[in-house]
């Protein structure tokens, strides 16, 4: 009688652990090959020509000499214009509403707010510009080419500049 219990108990686990027919197939567990890389931050080919542009559109608005580099000056001059433009009253006080109307970091603005009194002024904004240009600027030549535009640094200073 054991015997034929242990039997038939084993013969339902076995029955129960085969896939039914009717079940759907299951997923696979392998990533397609499509995946995207590094947790999803792989940039697709239309993608990353849209980048491309932006670059050289920067360089393009910005490069008032046309030698393809930007200078400090011309960094300064387009973050001076972007700051006119986060600054709508122009009363040279951009504030923490301001800031957030137009999506501007918190730790940014705390970084450009030297004085500490919740709001920035346009010397402390362009003071900020000059030490992200001369950390972006790894070789200190006083200009960013593109490739020192494409590192992290570098965007760093581009987001100063749209």
């Given at each position: 009688?054991?015997?034929?219990?242990?039997l038939?108990?084993g013969?339902?686990?076995?029955v129960a652990?085969?896939?039914a027919?009717?079940a759907?197939?299951?997923?696979q567990t392998?990533?397609?090959?499509?995946?995207?890389?590094?947790?999803g931050?792989?940039?697709?080919?239309?993608?990353?020509?849209?980048?491309?542009?932006?670059?050289?559109d920067?360089?393009?608005a910005?490069?008032?000499d046309r030698?393809?580099?930007?200078?400090l000056?011309?960094t300064k001059?387009?973050?001076?214009?972007?700051?006119?433009?986060?600054?709508p009253?122009l009363?040279?006080?951009?504030?923490?509403?301001?800031?957030r109307?137009h999506?501007?970091a918190g730790?940014?603005?705390?970084?450009?707010?030297?004085?500490?009194?919740g709001?920035?002024?346009?010397?402390?904004?362009l003071?900020?510009?000059?030490?992200?240009?001369?950390?972006?600027?790894?070789?200190?030549?006083?200009t960013?080419d593109?490739?020192?535009?494409?590192?992290?640094?570098?965007k760093?200073?581009?987001?100063?500049?749209r």
């Open positions: 009688m054991n015997r034929n219990l242990v038939a108990i013969a339902g686990l076995c652990a085969a896939p027919p009717w759907p197939a299951r997923a392998q990533p397609e090959a499509s995946a995207p890389a590094r947790g931050t792989e940039l697709t080919p239309a993608e990353r020509r849209r980048a491309q542009e932006r670059r050289r920067l360089m393009r910005f490069d008032l030698n393809g580099v930007l200078s000056a011309e001059s387009a973050a001076a214009k972007r700051y006119d433009d986060l600054n009253d009363d040279d006080a951009l504030d923490r509403r301001e800031a109307r999506s501007l730790a940014t603005f705390r970084e450009a707010d030297t004085d500490s009194n709001a920035v002024n346009k010397a402390e904004w003071a900020l510009v000059e030490r992200r240009f001369q950390a972006a600027d790894p070789d200190s030549d006083g960013l593109r490739a020192e535009l494409r590192s992290e640094r570098g760093a200073v581009a987001r100063f500049m």
